[in-house]
Structure formats: structure tokens, C-alpha cells
């Protein structure tokens, strides 16, 4: 694969998350004025879970905490998260090398996090998120370092 196409994968990857998120963002604005507690009840009963076992009771307790503030705070958090993965899309799509450092660092801070969450407890989740995300600082840096490489040695060129 050239690299042009693995950044391209990259600023698909990015991009997508971006998407999520934002939809995610939006999904939680549509809950302003409305009974999130209720809304996350039914989404259990939806999902045939026990609504007093011990992962959906936390949720379900957490939605009853969460005020039209707190959720358009989420949401405001959402769409902040969403502006910078897009903006990373583009210019890993577009190759600007601003957007290579940045996917590098910003994809390198998570490693630490995913690599303690394994040695908490190891989980297919954690193994692939740890495998996905190294992957991606690994190809964006190579790209990166390759490029300063090109630039200093102009017979690589």
C-alpha cells in the first residue's frame, strides 16, 4: 500500500469518529427537555437488558442525574471533539504535514491509557483499540519521518 493511501485510510478512520460523535452530540441535544431517565429505561427494556443489573443500573442512574445543562455541556464537548477530528481528516486527506504531527501526537497520547487498561484487565476491546491506534501513529509517523528524510537527503527524492 503506498503511503498516500494508508494517510487516506487514516483521514477515513478520523473522519468517521468525527461523524460519530457528532451525531452522538446531536442525539443528546434531541434529549433536552425531555425525561432522560425514562428515555434510558426504555432503551434497556429495548435492549432486553435487566435494568437492575449492576452496568445498566449505573447508566440508567446516570441519565437521572443528567440536567438540560449537563447535557448540552456533553454536547458542546461533542462537537469541540468532532471540529478537531474532521479538521484531521482533512488534512491527512489533503497530506498537509500540520495534520500528520497532529495525528501522530493525538493518536499517541491514548497509548499510555490503553496500555494501562491492559494491564488492569485484558479484553479483545482493549487489545484491538491498543493494536488500531498504534497502527495509525506508527503509519502517520512513518509518512512523517520518511518526508523529513526526503527533504534532507534530496537523492532519496
Do not use: C
Not at 50 to 64: L, T
Not at 79 to 93: P, Q
Amino acid at each position: 500500500m503506498r503511503f498516500s493511501s494508508a494517510l487516506r485510510t487514516v483521514a477515513v478512520i478520523e473522519g468517521a469518529k468525527g461523524a460519530l460523535v457528532l451525531l452522538a452530540g446531536f442525539g443528546l441535544l434531541s434529549l433536552i427537555h425531555h425525561d432522560v431517565q425514562q428515555f434510558a429505561e426504555r432503551l434497556m427494556a429495548h435492549a432486553h437488558l435487566n435494568p437492575a443489573a449492576s452496568y445498566p443500573r449505573i447508566f440508567i442512574d446516570i441519565a437521572s442525574q443528567l440536567t438540560d445543562g449537563r447535557l448540552a455541556l456533553v454536547a458542546a464537548g461533542a462537537a469541540a471533539y468532532s471540529a478537531v477530528r474532521l479538521i484531521e481528516a482533512y488534512g491527512l486527506w489533503f497530506a498537509r504535514r500540520w495534520a500528520e504531527w497532529f495525528a501522530a501526537l493525538s493518536g499517541g497520547i491514548y497509548v499510555p491509557f490503553e496500555l494501562y487498561e491492559l494491564v488492569e484487565r485484558v479484553t479483545w476491546l482493549s487489545v484491538g483499540a491498543l493494536v488500531l491506534n498504534s497502527v495509525i501513529v506508527a503509519t502517520v509517523l512513518y509518512g512523517v519521518l520518511r518526508a523529513d528524510r526526503k527533504n534532507s537527503n534530496p537523492k532519496l527524492a
